[in-house]
């Protein structure tokens, strides 16, 4: 089968780092995407881990370790922007995702 | 290029009447896919194209949806006989499929409200 479950809310102030975890048990899937979403608005991509390790991209970062069935997303600076879901989303062709992060950035 | 576009963006149908969503991929992308979303829930996979081939579909996908992609651009989604359940955003996203790029880019999505 496959399951993703990320943690469904967590908040964090401003100027912070906060992680996002990601926990999947899954076959066929190529690799781990994560994307933002704001309210009423589309998911945007954020990240794609095809490979173990850290891909640093300004201020987010995101790990894979596929023997572990983990992923994170690493936020940094934050600013209050930032406020939105983060889902993380697993695939080859069609994406799977999970229920999404609300992270809340407070001053 | 202006990203995937989707048409309407809102749509308030009665239960039982049909309704049809269209989105414009990304000119050069091959594939094309249909998500639904539910409020505090990620999209879920409905369909997907390659050109005008539609190569898998959802179980989620009852005999009342149906979607096309006749010419490899635009698609269509059809929902006959609508339910309340079948409020949600639909969401398409396109993707190329070269090697190592998966990326897909979401349109804006149509709002169902079935009353």
């Known amino acids: 089968g496959q399951n993703i479950d990320q943690p469904t809310e967590m908040t964090a102030t401003e100027g912070a780092i906060v992680q996002i975890n990601c926990t999947y048990q899954?076959?066929?899937?190529?690799?781990l995407f994560w994307y933002q979403q704001h309210a009423g608005e589309a998911p945007t991509f954020l990240s794609y881990?095809?490979?173990?390790g850290l891909e640093e991209k300004g201020r987010f970062s995101s790990f894979l370790s596929r023997s572990k069935g983990y992923s994170y997303l690493l936020l940094k600076e934050l600013q209050m922007k930032d406020s939105a879901s983060y889902l993380c989303a697993g695939g080859y062709n069609k994406l799977i995702f999970g229920a999404g992060t609300r992270l809340a950035v407070h001053p | 290029d202006t990203g995937v576009s989707q048409n309407p963006r809102h749509k308030i149908t009665k239960r039982g009447q049909n309704v049809t969503f269209r989105c414009d991929p990304i000119s050069e992308h091959n594939r094309l896919y249909w998500y639904r979303q539910t409020l505090g829930q990620g999209p879920e996979f409905l369909t997907y194209?390659?050109?005008?081939?539609?190569?898998?579909k959802s179980r989620l996908l009852s005999d009342r949806f149906s979607a096309e992609r006749p010419k490899g651009s635009f698609s269509t989604l059809e929902i006959q006989r609508t339910e309340q359940g079948d409020s949600a955003m639909y969401l398409c996203?396109?993707?190329?499929?070269?090697?190592?790029?998966?990326?897909?880019?979401f349109g804006p999505g149509t709002r169902l409200t079935v009353t």
């Open positions: 881990n095809v490979l173990d």
């Open positions: 996203a396109s993707s190329l499929v070269t090697s190592g790029d998966y990326e897909q880019y």
């Open positions: 194209f390659q050109n005008e081939a539609q190569l898998e």
């Open positions: 899954t076959s066929g899937f190529n690799g």
